[in-house]
């Protein structure tokens, strides 16, 4: 069982800019681990894909519509992944879920283990 917790949620205003965490514990060395992503889900909404990163952390990808405003990273040796999100628009208000899997993918129903999401709300 892998556990995934988020934080880093909050109030922030138009163009300004938050930092998630996502901290793992448990077997985070199992296959079905090893990758992690970001998706986010605004109220009436299905939830959507953010961002992914492999293993390596080399490898990434985003949905088109935070490419060049939110960047991805990982902390191996923390168990952790980050979201870097700069230049915040109202429509990113959302609950933003980390989760993982065996590969790098933005298609949920591949991700095998989710934390239970934090809060972003931007203000116009």
């Known amino acids: 069982q892998v556990e995934l917790v988020e934080s880093g949620g909050g109030l922030v205003q138009a163009g300004g800019s938050l930092r998630l965490t996502c901290a793992a514990s448990?077997?985070?060395?199992?296959?079905?681990?090893?990758?992690r992503g970001w998706f986010r889900q605004a109220p009436g909404k299905e939830r959507e894909f953010v961002a992914a990163?492999?293993?390596?952390?080399?490898?990434?990808y985003y949905a088109d519509s935070v490419k060049g405003r939110f960047t991805i990273s990982r902390d191996n040796a923390q168990n952790t992944v980050y979201l870097q999100m700069n230049s915040l628009k109202p429509e990113d208000t959302a609950v933003y879920y980390c989760?993982?899997?065996?590969?790098?993918?933005?298609?949920?129903?591949?991700?095998?283990?989710w934390g239970q999401g934090t809060q972003v709300t931007v203000s116009s």
């Open positions: 989760a993982a899997a065996s590969i790098m993918t933005m298609t949920k129903s591949q991700y095998d283990y």
């Open positions: 448990g077997r985070t060395f199992t296959r079905q681990a090893r990758a």
């Open positions: 990163i492999g293993w390596s952390g080399i490898e990434t």
